[in-house]
């Protein structure tokens, strides 16, 4: 019950309609793109949500356009917006960093907003610091009642489209029309193209032995029955491989292509879950042309905003639920850094506090990190006496669960400051574990 009532106020926030009723005009990209104007926010889909036409031409007015900024999550290409020739033209506002935006960064083209992922749909949504001036959204074709589904990214897109003063869409055949709350009227859109191109991919990637080791820990800690978010990347893809001897597995978060043979086996059926028994909550999709056709009016799928995805109460009310991610270090008294790199952010906060929050909160529920025992071809321990200066917390101590690495798995919850020490040196390298062993001595 009370999942349902967060359930109905979310819903009926969202869906309330504007009172007056968008024009939803068919023009050519260059003329949807027209509708931008020099100053705005516009908001872009994440991850294989890519609307790759429409960003193309706003590329080819960034002459007109300038300055815009352009606003979103994870994007899986090169951030072309980030080239030195749109210097000053087009900037780049984002709660998830990357690498790639070194040289914008350092010329100010790009602001790094530290927020958790379940802030996103108030910071940058009417209202927020961040609101929007225009949200472009990537859709599946209108039914014949008119809905056009968002297809593989909902998470904070859709709620932002709902509430925005300008809304493009670019309507796409190869866009699988999913299903659950992911869909806007066309009276909510002021104008659309039709562009067809294959939607930004997301491949499987490579899985080493420390990868499987750490899997097999990792698959330990998950009961039959449990109710499961993990991440993209090696490491979520070897746990997927490690679960195929489960029961009654259930998804909860982000669909990715290694849940499908889960999936197909029966193993991934979401029967056992608190919150819409039968089918997965998801907020994106990110995979390859197999997973998105598969996804396709597929019942099994209910897509949710962040609102519902990412709500630590929501997550909370899940019973035997169990949050899987990853880390660039995690000291001796269990903060974990998963942002930056020698006081550089690389990445964002993401979901990880949503998660490992909710997990906390949950009947059952546990939260794992996980990751390799050492960086940089083995030269530095990944378990670390205490965070260097600059490095950024993404999950505080007092709230951190379990720690896996290919050397065994610490179980901080309860712990006191030594106790976690003893846990987390347990699971170092042992190249590395005799220092951190002295350092505690010493502490």
């Not at 926010?41 to 007109?64: H, M, T, Y």
């Not at 899986?76 to 080239?83: E, H, I, K």
């Not at 597929?298 to 899940?318: A, F, K, R, W, Y």
Request: glycine content about 10%; proline content about 7%; aromatic content about 6%.
């Amino acid at each position: 019950p009370r999942v349902s009532r967060i359930v109905r106020v979310v819903r009926a926030r969202l869906y309330y309609p504007r009172l007056m009723s968008r024009p939803f005009e068919k023009v050519a990209l260059a003329d949807a793109v027209g509708h931008l104007r020099p100053g705005m926010k516009v908001l872009l889909p994440a991850g294989c949500g890519d609307p790759v036409a429409l960003l193309a031409e706003i590329l080819r007015q960034a002459d007109r356009l300038a300055p815009l900024t352009l606003m979103g999550g994870l994007r899986l290409d090169d951030y072309p917006f980030a080239a030195p020739e749109y210097a000053g033209k087009l900037r780049f506002a984002t709660w998830h960093h990357s690498p790639k935006l070194a040289q914008a960064q350092a010329r100010g083209d790009v602001d790094f907003v530290p927020i958790r992922y379940f802030d996103t749909v108030s910071v940058f949504a009417e209202g927020g610091a961040w609101a929007p001036d225009a949200v472009i959204v990537h859709c599946a074709p209108p039914d014949r009642a008119g809905y056009l589904s968002l297809g593989v990214s909902i998470s904070y897109s859709l709620g932002a489209a709902r509430r925005a003063p300008l809304v493009i869409a670019q309507v796409n055949p190869r866009m699988p029309r999913t299903l659950g709350n992911a869909f806007l009227h066309r009276s909510q859109i002021d104008c659309w193209a039709e562009a067809e191109h294959p939607l930004a991919e997301y491949p499987p990637t490579a899985v080493g032995d420390v990868e499987r080791r750490i899997a097999g820990r990792v698959a330990d800690l998950i009961p039959d029955g449990s109710t499961v978010q993990v991440g993209v990347g090696s490491i979520p893809q070897a746990v997927m491989e490690a679960l195929a001897g489960k029961r009654d597995l259930g998804v909860h978060s982000l669909l990715v292509d290694h849940m499908l043979p889960l999936i197909e086996s029966g193993v991934i059926n979401n029967s056992r879950k608190r919150l819409h028994p039968g089918r997965m909550d998801v907020g994106e999709i990110m995979g390859t042309e197999r997973l998105f056709r598969w996804a396709h009016d597929n019942p099994m799928v209910n897509m949710e905003p962040s609102d519902i995805v990412h709500d630590p109460q929501v997550v909370g009310t899940l019973g035997d639920f169990v949050s899987v991610n990853s880390a660039i270090e995690v000291d001796l008294l269990g903060q974990v850094n998963a942002e930056s790199v020698e006081g550089r952010q690389v990445t964002g906060i993401g979901g990880q506090f949503d998660f490992v929050l909710g997990a906390r909160q949950a009947a059952g529920g546990r939260s794992v990190i996980a990751l390799p025992s050492t960086g940089r071809q083995g030269k530095v321990s990944r378990i670390v006496a205490r965070l260097p200066a600059g490095a950024r917390v993404t999950t505080p101590r007092f709230i951190a669960d379990y720690v896996v690495t290919e050397w065994g798995t610490a179980s901080l919850r309860g712990k006191s400051d030594a106790g976690r020490a003893r846990e987390l040196c347990r699971v170092a390298h042992p190249a590395f574990r005799e220092s951190l062993e002295r350092e505690v001595a010493t502490s």
